[in-house]
């Protein structure tokens, strides 16, 4: 099992920041995928970021050149800087974590709520 705990979030202001984090534990395998994904009201969840544990990044066209996911393998944590934030980032947003070994295995934080509004 993993658990993934995450931290951040709140409200925020048009063109505000935010920073999220995620620490994980449990049975984590050397090759895995870390990330994000966000669900806002009457839309599907969606890829936010996602980083492997050898610092390959993908990024939704939605937030490429604002959102800049990292981690640190040593701590298990990943971090997610959220610049130029939007009302559309408006969601909750969701750490993801899967073992590259058992990929059909995917582990989820219990969600963040972010709201960028005025």
């Known amino acids: 099992q993993v658990q993934l705990v995450e931290s951040g979030g709140g409200l925020v202001q048009p063109g505000g920041s935010l920073r999220l984090s995620c620490a994980a534990s449990g049975s984590i395998f050397g090759i895995n995928t870390m990330g994000w994904y966000r669900q806002a009201p009457g839309k599907q969840r969606e890829l936010v970021a996602t980083?492997?544990?050898?610092?390959?990044?993908n990024y939704a066209d939605a937030v490429k050149g604002r959102f800049s996911v990292s981690r640190d393998n040593a701590k298990n944590t990943g971090n997610l800087r959220m610049n130029s934030l939007k009302p559309e980032d408006t969601a909750v947003y969701y750490c993801?974590?899967?073992?590259?070994?058992?990929?059909?295995?995917?582990?989820w934080g219990q969600g963040t709520q972010v709201t960028v509004s005025s």
């Open positions: 980083i492997t544990n050898d610092g390959r990044t």
């Open positions: 993801y974590f899967v073992n590259s070994r058992d990929w059909a295995r995917e582990y």
